[in-house]
Nanobody
Framework: QVQLVESGGGLVQAGGSLRLSCAVS????????MGWFCQAPGKEREFVVA????????YYADSVKGRFTISRDNAKSTVYLQMNSLKPEDTANYYC????????????????????WGQGTQVTVSS
């Protein structure tokens, strides 16, 4: 069974930082791209950032460029999202996801390109 478990969310003031983690089990982690999505109340789930299986390619949503950094540790089967300079508009549930395609440097950015999802971790940024 493939399982993704997020952690690291919480309440932070604007300008602060958080580091989210997503631990993956049940599949060969290093073969798959990993992504982060966010979903605010009443909103659609949106792409934030993703990293290729090799870690050599990343792609960021414009709204988080220069503030968020994705990384992966294949030895720990874990992907991270370092979130700096947080803004109130970043408030959302953050979900990690495992890509459905293997061994590609093409970054998946749509929901349908991911086949397994975590249950989310809440990030709340106060003014």
């Amino acid at each position: 069974q493939v399982q993704l478990v997020e952690s690291g969310g919480g309440l932070v003031q604007a300008g602060g930082s958080l580091r989210l983690s997503c631990a993956v089990s049940g599949r060969t982690f290093r073969r798959y791209a990993m992504g982060w999505f966010c979903q605010a109340p009443g909103k659609e789930r949106e792409f934030v950032v993703a990293i290729s299986w090799s870690g050599r390619t990343t792609y960021y949503a414009d709204s988080v460029k220069g503030r968020f950094t994705i990384s992966r540790d294949n030895a720990k089967s874990t992907v991270y999202l370092q979130m700096n300079s947080l803004k109130p508009e970043d408030t959302a549930n953050y979900y990690c996801a495992s890509g459905s395609d293997v061994y590609t440097e093409v970054i998946p950015i749509t929901l349908r390109e991911y086949d397994y999802w975590g249950q989310g971790t809440q990030v709340t940024v106060s003014s």
